[in-house]
């Protein structure tokens, strides 16, 4: 085996400076974000939606799908989809964000997908809340998490796995966790994780684990890649780790006028111009404020109707654009008092970066 | 204003070099490529299809669209979409591809979206055949082309224009090209040209306009910026330009085994491996052979059915895999002789590449 091989590779080693690799590209490509002007739609029509694929996406042409009911329960059990649609089904509204969003306005940049904005994505997700799974095969009291297994497998440093994560039993046990079969009142998307996912709301997107196999119900903390070794807060790489949980508050804008296509830059005509975004967080609290920032000047904006307590919510506000460059900002703030930071908390794996975006316009 | 000002480049500078910068980055999370594991589904489910979006993605919620057929024809006329579904309707399954698949592939690369492979999609398309509207029309004689605008609009390369195509005469009266309202059954997605867009079977995708407001009949040539000055093979800068029109003979397999997260690198376990892929030509006269190239060695693979005359065509082998490195690849014949080069034929802006596929595959 050569020394570069991938599936021995433990680490990857930061980029320093503001050129990306070439695995860094086919990422951003494979993950798709979603265009800044398709925020316009309260819910992100299907493929507009961001994408984070961890391996493969799973060909699944038959019918015959069961997912496992495993673990400290009283009853194992195997369910068809026809048996969880049986069940008291709820369709939420959720926006979905991935922890790695901000990702590539680090410096130094962890080597992964390079996010921008993009991350982030609003859908009617139906589906049946897990908890009717889980009392219907009788949770056992010393099961202190659930964990679920993706029928999605690969490496990643160095590490063979099924894509899996778990929440603590009070979480899991929530109305709003969902075993969802629909987006947008459709089938799943194989992309979306057709025919079985689990969404939940509020969490950054690794929580919702796609092409579900296997939930089981475990007496000692779950310890799979993605919960333990990945998606975890570190200032600096030896420092203590944080689990990486519930979205931080954030905010997105709609870049005005007209873009060049290649630095996507924004050109305007001078005088009142009409900006629209959207905000959420995850801390299911509301949003209670967004401001418009005019090259560091910052004025209230307006925000428009709830759409449930885990759904970004709109914003707009009126920009009076005056020649020559500028640049436009926003920042949200939710019930619970959290604030958007101007720049990035820095983090090792590139998580977590809510910090207010950046918008460069010309106006002629 | 600014010397750097990206509305008044006119030129963008190659890279030599393998790394990408953060435009290019950008575009790709944007523009995203079709996962190659989804060569598998003999059309493409939405959302999973390439997309290129040049300008913003038009925000259209009401449905009060109107197409202007204008220019050298008896009766200008405004149609509704209601209008144009009244017309004799046709679905094809149509294999579209980017003229810039492959451009990350060449050596040095032009400053635009960074494919490697995966810019090409199939759907099932239904519209009217666009003769129907020329012909309600009255084409005059003279009209020698037909011009189809968008609704979107930007800059590139200093120039501000609405996205613009134009087909020969007798190119856009064939039967098979579409006024296209439906995508696999379904109303065009926002970002595939909501509600009515052009389908131009057998040609690269920069044809089949979207978000189509605008049809003119022409009695000179139209000389548009994506007609004339984008979508031009150069063999070097200043060397004459061939415009780019059908998809050259190519073909693609899906990577076997489990993938590395990271560098998308695979691995296998040794023995027979059945590989399977897809061969498409804008020739229009079908695919007559794949070849599966393992380390060089060529060997014939099998055809699946023909899925129509424009559309992909399935292939399947099976590699005895042994340990160690090995580099997979394919190549398509199709009726008219071409075969895929092995190698890509530099382009200055990086369109047509057709060279053959390499894989790396590690066997343990």
């Known amino acids: 085996m050569s020394s570069g091989n991938p599936f021995l590779n433990t680490e990857r080693r930061p980029h320093v400076d503001g050129l990306f690799d070439a695995h860094e590209v086919a990422l951003s490509n494979r993950n ?9 739609h309260d819910v992100s029509p299907i493929g507009l939606h961001y994408l984070l694929t961890h391996f493969d996406v799973p060909y ?12 400290r329960v009283r009853t194992a059990q195997a369910l068809s989809i026809a048996d969880i649609k049986a069940l008291p089904a709820r369709t939420l509204t959720v926006t979905l964000e991935c922890a790695g969003n901000g ?6 940049r962890y080597p992964s997908v390079p996010w921008a904005y993009e991350a982030v994505g609003t859908a009617a997700w139906t589906g049946t ?8 095969a009788g949770l056992f009291d010393d099961a202190v998490e659930i964990s679920f297994i993706g029928a999605d497998r690969g490496y990643d440093r160095g590490q063979e796995h099924a894509y899996g994560r778990s929440l603590k039993r009070r979480d899991a046990l929530s109305e709003d966790v969902l075993l969802a079969w629909a987006m947008n009142g459709q089938p799943l998307p194989p992309q979306h994780g057709f025919p079985l996912r689990l969404i939940v709301p509020g969490w950054y997107g690794m929580a919702s684990v796609k092409w579900l196999k ?9 310890d799979g ?19 990486v949980t519930h979205m931080r508050v954030k905010s997105l804008l709609i870049p005005p006028g007209l873009g060049d296509f290649y630095s996507r830059h924004r050109m305007v005509e001078g005088g009142p111009i009409p900006l629209f975004g959207r905000a959420w967080s995850g801390a299911g609290v509301g949003i209670t404020r967004v401001e418009l920032g005019i090259d560091g000047a910052w004025q209230e904006a307006r925000l428009g109707p709830e759409q449930g307590k885990f759904a970004w919510r709109a914003w707009s ?44 316009v010309h106006v002629r």
């Open 214 to 222: 296997r939930i089981e119900a475990l007496a000692t903390p779950y």
């Open 129 to 136: 809340p897990l908890r009717h799974v889980l009392n219907g």
């Open 32 to 40: 798709p974000g979603i265009p800044l002007e398709a925020l316009r």
């Open 103 to 108: 990702r590539a306005n680090m410096r130094p």
């Open 225 to 243: 890649f993605q919960q333990v070794s990945s998606y975890m807060y570190r200032t600096a790489p030896d420092a203590p780790s944080t689990p």
């Open 317 to 360: 506000s009126t920009w009076n654009a005056e020649r020559g460059e500028h640049v436009l900002s926003c920042r949200a703030t939710d019930a619970s008092g959290d604030t958007q930071p101007l720049t990035a908390r820095w983090d090792v794996g590139g998580f977590g970066n809510n910090a207010a975006q950046q918008v460069h």
């Open 60 to 71: 699944v042409p038959e019918d015959d799908w069961q997912v496992e009911i495993a673990g």
